[in-house]
């Protein structure tokens, strides 16, 4: 370089020809001179620290100052000459010419200039902070984080570096590191030219996350895209082990809308394992990973009012840089906390690149083939054809021949269509995972590298299964599925799936209200996606029996269980509750929550608990509190049992979960719902019991709805409605009681039909005493859904709306419109 260019390069104070620039200096507008991380950070810094979000300081080498090394070296020529041959497809060929070409860019000193920049960059940090400060120095290309292509992880990063001559050296490879194997890859499967995209360099101050702990947070749902939730993992130690999914972290969900109105919802916690904690080494490395003890893996690394913190955060940003964008812009965050003054600290933000490119306006939906029982046992949980679970990331399902590969130096043995069976990924192993139709790890949870790049590459993943490379087999046929909640299952063979398509453009809507039944919590988000009107029937049995799993009971009076073992194996399952009916209310909190959440500010109907006692009996500790009936069916059942005394404690917990989700969470569209209540008598006696646990009818909006089941609630019409806010007829009960039928039993199950004449009667009947008390009335079993003019009955009786199971929903909805159409 000449001796005016340089005097120019030195002497200019334009931000595009700077060499180093500090993170305050710049903002997003600035991402072709110091790329997306960079820019962001300089963004935050100069937006949001003022509204409270903490961000390390630190500066960044610029896109200008690789250029001036690339051409004061002459090594542009020499790349090109190198990569002449390239085919990124021949995974032998990219690994030779990646080599030679980072070997260029590491045997190639920095000029003078360049390193004088950057020695005068650190000084300044370590006079603020200390001698030889710790810092991180990140790679981070000038197109990287753009919202439709993420370069993220694709360049390298190293931690606690410290001391200038290795602030240097770092500086160096994040340098070479432009041009790794799965840099080049992804260059080119995104149509970027390896010249025009530049490499700039972060050096950040470190938080100290390896005596704390730190994660990744999404500002949308990452599965299902839904907006309204933020997604917050979390593990100990430094954040590379999230990003890279060497742990299998904590998860949490928050509602976003209540968050924003002051409320506490955090709908959903999971503890993850949280084996390995990345901290600070002392010898030739920078960090190293260490066994997390026992005791610390069995709680989780943030408290109630750091994940609320991190979320508002998460609102922040999003909002911030949807408003920069003038587009709704959900992002993808880096978090720590410091373990030494307990602050968190957002150390990056970048758009998320999958669920915001989806335009197409189709639902599809995956699904087994239903042939026979057989088939349908084969698919239950307890099923040895199961061969292993994990978390699911994506909704779909997919099948092939498994191939293990467990050394990344292996990878060009991998065939196309082939299913990736690995301990985990990073981003060297993105030149083949285009190639697999789907991917599962052994460890890893919702935001590490293998679930990140599934997403975006649009296959189906299986994190996080622990075991995978030792139970599945080279060459094993086998299934995967994720279209079965969050849990990914996956099933020895190729079994039958069928995939549905409907586009929602046109979709008629009805004046008979279309609301869904939704049990499983974790498919909510999902099916929010289903156009409804919200749900007519949330069951807690659903929440209580996969959940919780123990008897409410069992957890009051702990202290008094008989069964050593029942008492040691509900000990085990609270363990992070010192007062074990709060385990039940929480649990049952969230998984309510959760189901509010996902179709708030529609109405949601939770039904309170409706086991049997011999369903009771089955939970975790309840032979001991539950009696034994010749006929459950009709006994100890619904409201009967929430004022006894020998469940009234029970019911309680029920109502203080209710509570929590009203009132805590800001969740009011929750509808209460009482079943099998026999008499007015009886409701007002529940009532009560509900009021004094916290729950007023009327205050806060609270409504309570009563099944309309039995012949008594259709008789009782007029009374029951000076009662209760509304009605849900259950079609199920109402046809057995009104026709003597014990609905188990096989023996009559062939005169078990909604459609009877008697049935009917009493349905016209209940709908008319409603409508003449202004009294809200639906229905929520399943016979609209399986008989067309069972439907157009109820359209014509005026009923409000018919709530369905959701693979019914769109068939329904189009039925109803027909005959709404025709009166």
């Known amino acids: 370089m000449d001796t005016v260019a340089k005097e120019t390069l030195l002497h200019s104070s334009s931000k595009e020809r700077s060499l180093v620039l500090w993170f305050d200096e710049v903002g997003i507008t600035d991402i072709p001179i110091v790329g997306g991380k960079n820019a962001s950070l300089g963004e935050m810094i100069q937006q949001l620290t003022p509204k409270g979000i903490n961000v390390p300081i630190g500066f960044a080498t610029t896109a200008y100052a690789y250029r001036y090394f690339i051409e004061g070296a002459g090594l542009e020529e020499k790349l090109r000459k190198l990569f002449s041959d390239l085919d990124v497809?021949?995974?032998?060929?990219?690994?030779?010419?990646?080599?030679?070409?980072r070997s260029l860019l590491l045997h190639t000193p920095f000029p003078k200039e360049l390193r004088e920049a950057i020695v005068k960059g650190y000084q300044t940090l370590c006079e603020r902070y200390n001698p030889d400060t710790d810092v991180a120095v990140r790679s981070s290309a000038t197109a990287e984080d753009l919202p439709d292509a993420s370069f993220a992880g694709q360049q390298e990063s190293y931690l606690n570096v410290t001391g200038i001559e290795s602030v240097l050296g770092a500086c160096h490879k994040c340098f070479a590191s432009i041009f790794t194997d799965r840099a080049i890859?992804?260059?080119?499967?995104?149509?970027?030219?390896?010249?025009?995209?530049?490499?700039?360099?972060?050096?950040?101050?470190?938080?100290?996350?390896?005596?704390?702990?730190?994660?990744?947070?999404?500002?949308?749902?990452?599965?299902?895209?839904?907006?309204?939730?933020?997604?917050?993992?979390?593990?100990?130690?430094?954040?590379?082990?999230?990003?890279?999914?060497?742990?299998?972290?904590?998860?949490?969900?928050?509602?976003?809308p209540t968050l924003k109105e002051n409320f506490r919802p955090i709908v959903d916690k999971k503890l993850g394992s949280k084996e390995l904690r990345m901290i600070y080494d002392d010898g030739s490395k920078f960090t190293k990973n260490v066994l997390v003890p026992e005791?610390?893996?069995?709680?989780?690394?943030?408290?109630?009012?750091?994940?609320?913190?991190?979320?508002?955060?998460?609102?922040?940003?999003?909002?911030?840089?949807?408003?920069?964008?003038?587009?709704?812009?959900?992002?993808?965050?880096?978090?720590?906390?410091?373990?030494?003054?307990?602050?968190?600290?957002?150390?990056?933000?970048?758009?998320?690149?999958?669920?915001?490119?989806?335009?197409?306006?189709?639902?599809?939906?995956?699904?087994?083939?239903?042939?026979d029982q057989a088939d349908e046992k084969a698919k239950s949980s307890s099923s040895p054809d199961i061969l292993l679970t994990g978390r699911a990331i994506g909704e779909a399902i997919s099948q092939g021949k498994a191939h293990l590969i467990t050394d990344v130096h292996k990878i060009e043995q991998f065939k196309a269509g082939e299913i990736l069976v690995t301990d985990r990924t990073d981003p060297d192993w993105e030149p083949i995972m285009k190639r697999a139709s789907a991917i599962i790890t052994n460890q890893?949870?919702?935001?590490?590298?293998?679930?990140?790049?599934?997403?975006?590459?649009?296959?189906?993943?299986?994190?996080?299964?622990?075991?995978?490379?030792?139970?599945?087999?080279?060459?094993?046929?086998?299934?995967i599925s994720c279209a079965e909640g969050e849990e990914g299952r996956v099933y020895a063979g190729l079994l039958p799936f069928e995939v549905e398509e409907v586009p929602l453009e046109d979709l008629p809507r009805t004046r008979t209200q279309i609301l869904m039944n939704v049990g499983n919590p974790s498919e909510a988000f999902s099916l929010s996606a289903i156009p409804n009107d919200g749900v007519g029937l949330a069951?807690?049995?659903?929440?209580?029996?996969?959940?919780?799993?123990?008897?409410?009971?069992?957890?009051?009076?702990?202290?008094?269980?008989?069964?050593?073992?029942?008492?040691?194996?509900?000990?085990?399952?609270?363990?992070?509750?010192?007062?074990?009916?709060?385990?039940?209310?929480?649990?049952l909190a969230q998984g309510i929550g959760r189901i509010a959440a996902a179709f708030y500010p529609k109405p949601v109907v939770v039904r309170m608990s409706d086991f049997k006692s011999n369903e009771y009996a089955n939970l975790l500790g309840g032979r001991q509190f539950e009696p034994e009936e010749e006929n459950p069916m009709l006994g100890w059942r619904g409201a009967a049992r929430y004022?006894?005394?020998?469940?009234?404690?029970?019911?309680?917990?029920?109502?203080?979960?209710?509570?929590?989700?009203?009132?805590?969470?800001?969740?009011?569209?929750?509808?209460?719902?009482?079943?099998?209540?026999?008499?007015?008598?009886?409701?007002?006696?529940?009532?009560?019991?509900?009021?004094?646990?916290?729950?007023?009818?009327?205050?806060?909006?609270?409504?309570?709805?009563?099944?309309?089941?039995?012949p008594s609630n259709v008789m009782l019409a007029d009374e029951f409605a000076e009662v209760f806010d509304g009605f849900s007829i259950g079609s199920n009960d109402l046809t057995q009681l009104t026709l003597g039928l014990d609905r188990d039993s096989g023996l009559v199950a062939r005169l078990f039909d909604e459609r009877s004449e008697s049935v009917k009667r009493m349905v016209k009947l209940?709908?008319?005493?409603?409508?003449?008390?202004?009294?809200?009335?639906?229905?929520?079993?399943?016979?609209?859904?399986?008989?067309?003019?069972?439907?157009?009955?109820?359209?014509?009786?005026?009923?409000d709306s018919m709530s369905l199971n959701p693979d019914s929903v769109l068939k329904t909805m189009l039925e109803v419109a027909k005959v709404e159409q025709r009166s």
């Open 185 to 256: 890859s992804y260059r080119h499967t995104k149509g970027f030219d390896h010249f025009s995209v530049a490499l700039a360099v972060g050096v950040q101050k470190m938080v100290r996350s390896d005596l704390a702990s730190s994660g990744v947070m999404f500002s949308i749902e990452t599965e299902t895209g839904f907006k309204d939730a933020a997604l917050i993992s979390a593990a100990y130690g430094l954040g590379e082990n999230v990003v890279q999914g060497s742990v299998n972290p904590d998860e949490y969900y928050v509602f976003k």
């Open 444 to 479: 890893g949870g919702r935001t590490c590298h293998a679930a990140i790049i599934a997403r975006e590459l649009g296959v189906p993943a299986i994190v996080g299964c622990g075991n995978a490379t030792k139970i599945l087999k080279n060459g094993q046929e086998i299934t």
């Open 89 to 101: 497809e021949d995974v032998k060929n990219l690994r030779e010419r990646a080599k030679k070409a």
């Open 766 to 799: 209940a709908i008319a005493a409603a409508k003449k008390h202004n009294r809200k009335i639906g229905i929520c079993g399943q016979a609209p859904s399986d008989y067309p003019e069972f439907a157009q009955f109820l359209v014509e009786q005026g009923i």
């Open 539 to 587: 069951r807690t049995e659903f929440i209580i029996a996969n959940h919780i799993q123990t008897h409410p009971m069992a957890l009051i009076h702990h202290d008094e269980i008989n069964d050593q073992y029942v008492k040691a194996k509900i000990s085990e399952i609270t363990a992070l509750y010192d007062d074990k009916p709060q385990y039940f209310v929480e649990k």
């Open 643 to 710: 004022y006894d005394q020998g469940y009234r404690e029970a019911f309680a917990l029920e109502c203080h979960a209710l509570k929590r989700v009203r009132d805590e969470m800001g969740l009011t569209n929750v509808i209460v719902m009482i079943p099998f209540c026999r008499t007015p008598d009886e409701g007002r006696l529940v009532l009560a019991e509900m009021a004094k646990n916290g729950l007023q009818q009327g205050v806060n909006d609270l409504q309570v709805y009563v099944m309309c089941e039995l």
């Open 295 to 371: 005791s610390e893996r069995g709680k989780f690394a943030l408290t109630d009012d750091e994940i609320l913190q991190l979320a508002r955060w998460a609102c922040l940003i999003e909002e911030h840089y949807s408003t920069v964008n003038d587009t709704y812009t959900p992002m993808d965050i880096e978090w720590a906390k410091d373990g030494i003054t307990n602050e968190l600290f957002v150390v990056q933000a970048r758009p998320e690149t999958v669920q915001s490119q989806k335009t197409e306006n189709v639902l599809r939906t995956y699904r087994f083939l239903k042939t």
